[in-house]
Every structure is written in C-alpha cells, then in structure tokens.
C-alpha cells in the first residue's frame, strides 16, 4: 500500500514531471482544437522526440497531450461547428446552437467543468476496477464488436434527424467511403475504379473536415449580411446549481464512456454519440429541445469522451490491448523503453500503473485550469463578421485536411466532401452518421470476417451465437429495439397503452 501512494505521489513531488503534465495539456487542448491535428498524430511524433528520455517525463508528456487533445476538440466544435477531433462530433449537435444564440463562453464553460467531472469518473475506474472492467471487455466476440459498430450508426442516425431511414443511408455511404482502398484480408482494390490514388482510401479526417467545416462555411453564405450574434460573457463557471442538475446524466454517461472506452478498437468518439442518445432518450421535457442548444446535449459527450481516455488504460495496462488509436502508440512507448504492458506490468511493477493514475488525475486538473482561462478570447471568434469568418473557416479547414498526410489529394477530398455535404443539409440528411460509417467501416469490415470465419462461415451458426451469449443477445436486442421504435406500430402499440 505504502509503494502504491509513493508512487502516485511521484509526478507530485517532482517539479519536473508536473511542469511537463501542465505543458502537455495546454499543447494538447490547442493541438485538438485545430481540425486535422489529431491527437494519436501528436503522440506519434513525441515517440521520436521522446524515446531517449526516462519512462516517467516521456509518459507525463505523452499523458497530458492525450488528456488534453480529447477535452480541446469542443473548442472548435462549439464556436465553428468544426469538431478538432472525432470525438467531439456530438458535441457540436448542441453546442454550436448555444454559440448562435450568443452562449458560446457559457457552452465552454460547461463543457470544462463535466469534462473534468467525466474525466474523473474514468479515472477512478481505472484505479479501482481496471481488473473487472478488462475481464468484461475480453467477452466481447468479434460479432459482438460488429453489432456494437451497427449499434453506433443506428444510434446517430437515430438521434440525428427524425427520418430514421435517411441516418441509415448516410451511415452507409459513410461505410462504403470507409471501404475504399486495399482490402485489408484480401489485398484485392475496392470501389478505385481502377484509379491509383484511391488505393489508400480516403482520409476520414478530410471527409470529417469537408462534411462539417466546408458545408457549414457555404451555409453560411446564405446569411453572409446578417450581423454577428454579440456573445454574452457573464458567468463563465457554471453555477453549483446548474452542475448538481445535470450531475445524474453526467454520472450516467461517464460510466457509458468508460466501459465503451475499455472495449479494444472503440474509443471516445463512439462512446459520446452513444451517451448523447441515451441522453435524449432519458431527458424528459429538456428547456431547449435536443440540437437546438440543449444543456444535457453538452453535457453527455462531453463526460462521456473523456471518461473514456480511463476507460482506454484499462485495456492496455492490465492485459496488454490498446483501447484506442492513443493507447496503442503509448504501448509502443513502453515497449520502447523496456516495460511490456499486460498483466505482468500490473503485478511486477505496480508502480507505473500508480504513476500513470496520478498523471491523469493532474492532466485532468489542468483540463479545467487552462480550460476556463481565454475563454473570452476564444468566443471573439463568432463575432466575427462573416466576410472575414468564412475565409477564416476555409483557410483553418485547408491546412487541416493537407497537415495529415501532406498531400494536396486529401484537400481536394476535403473540398469535394464539403460541397457534397453542403447538398445533403439543404435535403435534410444528417451528416454525422456519415462520419461515424467511415470510422467504424474498418471495425464492421474486420469484425465481420472474424465472426463469420470463426463460426465456420455458416450465418446459421452465427446466428445461434448470438441467441445463447447473453451479451451478443442484449446487443442484438438493442437493435431490433431502434428499428421498432421508428415504425407505426411502436406508435399504437404506445398509444393505446396510454388509453
């Protein structure tokens, strides 16, 4: 006991440590706010800067990016309806409202506070259920990780519009874009057309840019004269009252986007469109309906994606599985510098799995410091007039698209996605699920093929998995559920209920 609290103890004590914990939050805040500068690319390029350090200074350093690249994607998502990462797609369903409607310091503020609040909550899972949190994440097949990636498009296309069927299709062209490229089993071309440049897909960052930057920026043009909405900077930190209200959905949501977070191969961006639609479906009578600049529509990706960076160390300390895209680049870190993550590390050297805690519970703390400081600079930015923000938006959107790969192919990608996604608002087409299917196509594609083939490649018997794992069955069941939820007969079967 006394070796464990020495060790949370040690990036405490340390100046050096701490310093590098507050530097790499306050990097990581504005790094995720800029679209196109993800998280996983800035922890990729620390590998090579850092890899001559000691383990503690290069964690700290690695810890603090993450923590703060996951918090700073709302920054944009709210002021520009850009989200700076995938994770804050949800964000923006609610928070970019609040902004239109002059609330954009209130909607920051709020986001900071449960963003420390959800971060906490993952944080202490990891401290105290990492062991039982694993063993639940190791039940999942690779049908159930398939029904959990239909599960998310059906979610968003749901929760995105009132045609259910119109999500659905959008969530598959996003699937179908995902799918473009070198098939992954086969090395065979899918949808190239025989072009070479389609060879490698299409970058998700530039459709994600494309779809929300570029399309929002057009739409835009359409009140090009009308005057900025003049920002109300009151009350930045939200009243004790206003958090204990929402405090029930933010504790319900952290604990959704822990245990989504410690699924291997999902990640933060999952977890808040999950926890949004379990907020608008347990929100009764909400002050501002749901994407019209809700509160709760703030509160539930926010708890929820940054409950899910404790959620994604669950997987990679205890049995050696990166939960995410991050978690996977920190593994190599720690293979880098001689440690091998797993079970061994938790039993041979519990000092580092202590240590780790204590440098995500401080790049949380510094979350909300640096979090609620410029906030009346940041909200400048949607009092811009439109001639100037419209450029703006288009410039930060190029670089965004060109910073991934340095390639002038992907800019063009961003454009065209763009204007196509500028088509699909005026018709009423959610754009979400068309994000969230690139995302996931890789996660369905892989699962698929791994269900089939390990049931003989016989759909009967894959069938018959699901119907005897409880878990598979509860997945499925929850599918069948967002099906029947959007047809008449749920309606009359509800209606007579109430007669």
């Known amino acids: ?33 800029i679209p196109g500068l993800s998280v996983t690319m800035a922890v990729s390029i620390l590998i090579s800067f850092t890899f001559s350090w000691e383990v503690y200074p290069a964690l700290a350093l690695m810890i603090g990016i993450y923590m703060g690249g996951v918090y700073g994607g709302s920054r944009t998502a709210i002021l520009l309806n850009i989200p700076g990462a995938p994770a804050a797609i949800a964000t923006a369903l609610d928070g970019f409202p609040m902004a239109k409607k002059g609330l954009a310091g209130e909607a920051i503020g709020i986001a900071t506070v449960v963003s420390f609040i959800g971060g906490f909550i993952g944080i202490f899972a990891l401290a105290a259920f990492a062991p039982t949190l694993s063993d639940f994440a190791l039940r999942f097949q690779p049908r159930d990780y398939f ?10 296309g749901s929760l995105s519009g009132e045609s259910l069927v119109k999500g659905i299709f959008a969530g598959a062209l996003g699937i179908g874009i995902g799918a473009v490229g070198m098939d992954p089993l086969t090395f065979t071309e899918r949808f190239t057309f025989g072009i070479d440049g389609l060879r490698g897909g299409v970058s998700f960052i530039a459709v994600m840019i494309g779809m929300f930057g570029i399309s929002e920026g057009l739409m835009q043009l359409h009140t090009v004269n009308t005057p ?34 410690a699924l291997p191969g999902t990640g933060g961006d999952i977890a808040a469109l999950i926890a949004y639609d379990h907020a608008k479906r347990v929100t009764r009578n909400p002050e501002v309906p749901f994407g019209q600049g ?5 509160v539930a990706p926010e708890t929820a994606n940054n409950a899910a960076v404790g959620g994604a160390f669950i997987p990679m300390l205890t049995l050696g599985i990166p939960g995410d895209a991050v978690t996977a680049i920190i593994i190599g870190a720690l293979f880098i510098h001689g440690l091998n993550p797993g079970p061994l590390l938790m039993t041979s050297q519990p000092d580092m799995f202590w240590f780790i805690v204590s440098s ?25 007039p ?29 454009l065209g996605f763009g204007v196509f996604g500028y088509f699909m608002k005026l018709y009423g087409y959610p754009l979400g699920p068309v994000i969230l299917g690139v995302i996931l196509s890789r996660l369905l594609d892989d699962n698929w093929r791994r269900a089939i083939i390990s049931d003989l490649e016989s759909p009967v018997r894959l069938m018959q998995g699901i119907l005897t794992s409880p878990l598979s069955l509860a997945l499925f069941a929850f599918i069948l559920l967002i099906f029947l939820s959007k047809t008449p007969l749920w309606g009359l079967i509800f209606r007579r209920k109430q007669t």
């Open 147 to 156: 029904m959990l990636g239909v599960l998310g498009i059906l979610l968003v």
């Open 294 to 298: 809700a509160v709760e529509g703030l």
């Open 386 to 414: 439109r001639a100037v923000l419209l450029p703006a938006i288009l410039l930060l959107s190029v670089v965004g698209a060109y910073a991934v790969n340095n390639s002038l192919t992907d800019v063009y990608w961003m």
């Open 360 to 384: 995500l519970v401080l790049a949380n703390i510094f979350i909300l410091i640096f979090g609620l400081t410029g906030i009346r600079f940041f909200v400048k930015i949607v009092e811009l």
């Open 228 to 261: 900025a909405v003049k920002q109300k900077i009151g009350r930045i930190i939200p009243s004790w009252a206003q958090v204990r209200r929402h405090l029930p959905l933010g504790l319900q949501t952290s604990t959704i986007g822990t245990v989504i977070g």
């Open 1 to 33: 006991m006394m070796d464990a609290i020495q060790a949370f103890l040690i990036p405490l004590l340390e100046p050096r440590l701490l310093g590098l914990i507050a530097i790499g939050t306050f990097a990581g805040i504005y790094v995720g706010a």
